[in-house]
């Protein structure tokens, strides 16, 4: 109600009712952010735990899937984000790593589990989109103070697309384009003249300055590559 709003029937009718469909899964706890933290679901009216047993990546997968990411870094437990409090939901997580929600996996109610076994995730703060294989080219995309964004290509080179493809858990990359090459991005442009030296573990780690003169026709993108030799 503190939203400007008039007062007054809609000339339609009820057939223009608003509606909302609200998340059942949050992050919280120390230090945590929206990409990382103690995994809480909400089910019958109250908010609760997952306990770590039986706890991976894959369920960790599902959790930053659900939450609007592309994947999961890490699946810590022992309460790495601090202890929860109330209810712990559920137990034996087991999960394939393509449910579209947590609460689709196998799972059991917890019978021995104490909030110091509560369960957590990191999820990746990067995407690629437009490309023609899912995840392995496309347009980089950052995730930054709850937004999603894009990159410019100033500055945009190999050592740059080595830490995006790193990140998304490849050796290298094969190549940084530029000027929209997998389509523009919409939202804000998050990153300009990036330079990583390419060892950093993370895009965001690199130097950059915010964008000032870019449009999403400049946007970045990478190509990863999916194979390594050894001899």
Not at 95 to 124: I, M, P, Y
Request: with cysteine; net charge negative.
């Amino acid at each position: 109600q503190n939203c400007p709003f008039t007062f007054g029937s809609c000339y339609r009718g009820h057939n223009r009712d608003a509606s909302v469909s609200c998340a059942t899964i949050r992050l919280q706890g120390e230090n945590a952010t929206d990409s990382e933290g103690r995994v809480e679901i909400f089910r019958n009216g109250v908010w609760g735990t997952v306990c770590d047993n039986n706890w991976d990546i894959n369920d960790a997968t599902v959790v930053c899937r659900q939450m609007g990411f592309e994947r999961a870094l890490s699946a810590p437990g022992r309460a790495a984000y601090g202890p929860g409090t109330g209810p712990i939901l559920m137990d034996n997580v087991e999960c394939w790593g393509s449910e579209a929600k947590l609460q689709h996996c196998n799972f059991t109610a917890s019978r021995n589990c104490g909030h110091d076994e509560d369960a957590s995730v990191s999820c990746a703060t990067i995407r690629l989109r437009g490309g023609n294989t899912i995840g392995l080219e496309g347009r980089v995309e950052v995730f930054q103070n709850g937004v999603w964004g894009t990159v410019c290509d100033n500055d945009w080179d190999i050592s740059d697309a080595t830490v995006v493809c790193r990140q998304l858990g490849f050796q290298r990359a094969l190549s940084a384009l530029g000027r929209a090459a997998y389509g523009q991005g919409t939202g804000p442009i998050l990153m300009d003249n990036v330079q990583c030296r390419g060892s950093e573990a993370k895009l965001q780690q690199c130097n950059f300055t915010t964008s000032r003169d870019c449009g999403h026709d400049e946007d970045a993108s990478v190509s990863c590559a999916t194979i390594r030799l050894r001899g």
